[in-house]
């Protein structure tokens, strides 16, 4: 009896791991059947295996090369496809752009994921995202500029002692420190000095918990792609009870006592904005001065603003607010150091890389100042011409310092891939393949901006580049640091604002030297998704 136990213990056993392997490989064929290459996927990873061996730009090079500019890959057990082709990659972000609206279809159940505007879909993001616009338009940005001024002359402080000093400093650390200064008074509406007390305040403590992931994500993020209606009724968060409950208590706290305060509407953060889209005031609404005509829209285009007629129906609740301004946090303090991208699986990219878009452009920004003397020199030049003067209208005139920045994006793009949810069933120009309603296609950033077909000698960074008189020698849709199209990134003058801004400041007082503990090349982390380079370490002096 006890032997007749034993065997169909076993029998069962064996078959419900065969049943369920054939469910986890059911779709590992996909692509062999359409005679579409790429990397061969292994049980429960798929094709993300190859970030456990190489970076992942390294990653993504090797597949272009080896397979062309469209490949196929899995996201854990669904099939995606990876778009190279910069023809291509405009049919689907501007003239089809009905069919590509999502940048994700994977909901937690957790409205601190699922509400935020990278993560609503369809009807419910265009309208959000209609009120949320005005908060990122240039009156606004101007209003909000002072809050980054104060924070760079923090970060002036710390930077100062350490040329006194002849010290070296890791610009990962340094920069990073700045943008959460910068997200912390900007979209919390506090003031914080992450530079001298990064171990011991409470708001930054909880900030790291975000930025740099846990095990949570590595569960939830699982169980969204291969059993996405469990996830959502299970209701899993990302986010540590802890952390979720400082948060919310935080926000909730600031929005309390600001609705209690008469002249609340004074504070000229976003979380204001936020408040006052909640409360549908005049202020929130489009900025009747005239926009001044800056660089930005040159090099990377104009951030579309919508007039859904379904805006005036738009309820932002509280969550709303907390989720997006955790987007805030998540993207800004790695977009103006790598610079904005998504929550989920973008966003679940943003949490495991560490905080990589603003903290990731201004740390590869002045590292490469460090090692290019003569582009230092020809920035800082340009710099003094306007006196010492950082204000908004300044550093949106400052071509050089523009194309800077805009090389560095190129040559370091954060988000080294773009996301987005087949929302049609949509034929891929003369390719004859048919990409099914529900399949995430990826957009190779990285490997654009990289190709000798677009940027000759692409490895070299080169500000000339991107300089009004040679602009126009650039392929069209070849560059997207911030995606492109209707749905590209919001936050978008915010980062910029940013960068440009602590960039003019630092390079007029300080030289930025090479040192023997700079590596050159960088070196990149491996088991991320975004641009991850280890510590960067160079000198600094006064001029």
Not at 126 to 152: D, E, L, Q, W
Not at 457 to 463: A, F, Q, T
Request: glycine share 6%.
């Amino acid at each position: 009896m006890f032997g007749e136990k034993m065997i169909l213990s076993a029998i069962f056993s064996l078959s419900a791991l065969c049943i369920s392997y054939f469910y986890l490989t059911r779709n590992y064929n996909y692509w062999r059947k359409r005679g579409i290459r790429g990397p061969k996927p292994v049980l429960l990873l798929g094709t993300l295996w190859q970030i456990f061996k190489k970076p992942i730009v390294e990653v993504m090079m090797d597949n272009r090369k080896k397979y062309g500019n469209i490949y196929g890959g899995f996201m854990t057990t669904r099939p995606n496809i990876m778009i190279g082709d910069p023809e291509l990659i405009k049919a689907m972000n501007i003239t089809d752009f009905h069919h590509f609206t999502d940048h994700t279809d994977m909901k937690s159940g957790d409205p601190l994921n699922d509400r935020s505007l990278f993560n609503l879909m369809g009807n419910e993001w265009k309208p959000m995202r209609s009120v949320i616009s005005p908060t990122f338009s240039s009156g606004k940005m101007r209003a909000m500029h002072p809050i980054i001024i104060n924070c760079v002359h923090r970060l002036d402080k710390y930077l100062e002692t350490k040329a006194i000093n002849g010290s070296e400093f890791d610009l990962r650390q340094t920069m990073g420190n700045l943008t959460m200064d910068v997200i912390a008074a900007s979209a919390f509406g506090t003031q914080i000095d992450t530079h001298n007390d990064h171990k011991t305040n409470e708001f930054v403590k909880n900030a790291d918990s975000i930025i740099k992931g846990n095990w949570r994500v590595w569960l939830v993020f699982p169980l969204m792609s291969i059993f996405p209606t469990l996830a959502e009724r299970l209701g899993l968060s990302i986010f540590s009870p802890s952390v979720r409950q400082f948060f919310k208590s935080a926000i909730s706290t600031i929005i309390a006592r600001r609705r209690a305060e008469p002249n609340a509407c004074k504070h000229r953060d976003y979380l204001q904005l936020m408040i006052n889209a909640q409360n549908k005031s005049a202020d929130n609404s489009a900025d009747n001065e005239t926009d001044i005509h800056d660089l930005t829209e040159q090099v990377f285009g104009k951030t579309e603003t919508f007039n859904d007629q379904n805006a005036a129906n738009v309820v932002i609740t509280d969550d709303d607010m907390l989720a997006n301004s955790l987007l805030f946090l998540i993207a800004g303090n790695e977009t103006t150091a790598t610079l904005l991208s998504f929550l989920l699986y973008e966003f679940l990219l943003f949490l495991i890389a560490g905080n990589e878009t603003t903290a990731t452009l201004l740390s590869f920004l002045l590292y490469e100042l460090s090692v290019n003397e003569n582009c230092q020199q020809r920035l800082y030049e340009e710099i003094r011409g306007f006196a010492g003067d950082y204000s908004y209208e300044s550093i949106a005139r400052m071509p050089y310092l523009e194309a800077c920045v805009a090389e560095t994006l190129r040559h370091y793009p954060p988000n080294p891939a773009v996301t987005r949810i087949c929302t049609e069933q949509y034929v891929l120009g003369d390719t004859g393949l048919t990409i099914p309603k529900g399949m995430t296609v990826n957009f190779d950033v990285y490997g654009i901006h990289h190709s000798p077909e677009y940027y000759p000698n692409p490895e070299r960074w080169d500000p000339e580049r991107f300089l009004p008189s040679n602009r126009d020698q650039l392929v069209p849709y070849t560059y997207m640091p911030f995606g492109l199209g209707p749905r590209n990134c919001v936050g978008m003058r915010f980062a910029l604002m940013q960068a440009k801004t602590t960039v003019a400041h630092l390079i007029d007082k300080y030289r930025f030297k090479r040192t023997a503990n700079t590596r050159y090349p960088p070196t990149f982390e491996m088991f991320e998704f975004v641009l991850t380079s280890d510590d960067i370490n160079i000198g600094i002096e006064l001029r």
